[in-house]
């Protein structure tokens, strides 16, 4: 479940079947890192991007959720970004 130095970026889907809405694998294993590995350290002025920070090797992870024409802007996803893209979108961290 742990994220892998190999991995950049995490796409979770939904999956629609028999008239419901679930979580892809994906989207889970985000839901757990989030919770369980990673420090939450900014939000950006929307309140919807969420800056997270991996103890384990100090990278940055940021939280999008890119389909907002969908009910809680869709699926997850966990990207990894730079030190400055992270302090041009999040102003906390300058």
């Not at 479940?1 to 694998?25: A, F, P, T």
């Not at 969420?50 to 940021?62: G, H, K, S, T």
């Amino acid at each position: 479940m742990q994220l892998s130095i190999k991995e950049e970026r995490l796409v979770g889907q939904w999956i629609y079947e028999n008239g419901s809405v679930h979580k892809d694998e994906m989207s889970k294993r985000i839901e757990w890192l989030i919770n369980n590995q990673l420090k939450r350290i900014g939000t950006d002025k929307s309140g919807w991007d969420v800056l997270y920070i991996d103890p384990a090797d100090n990278r940055l992870w940021e939280l999008i959720y890119p389909e907002s024409e969908m009910q809680g802007g869709g699926p997850p996803n966990l990207i990894c970004i730079s030190k400055e893209e992270a302090k041009h979108k999040y102003p906390s961290l300058k």
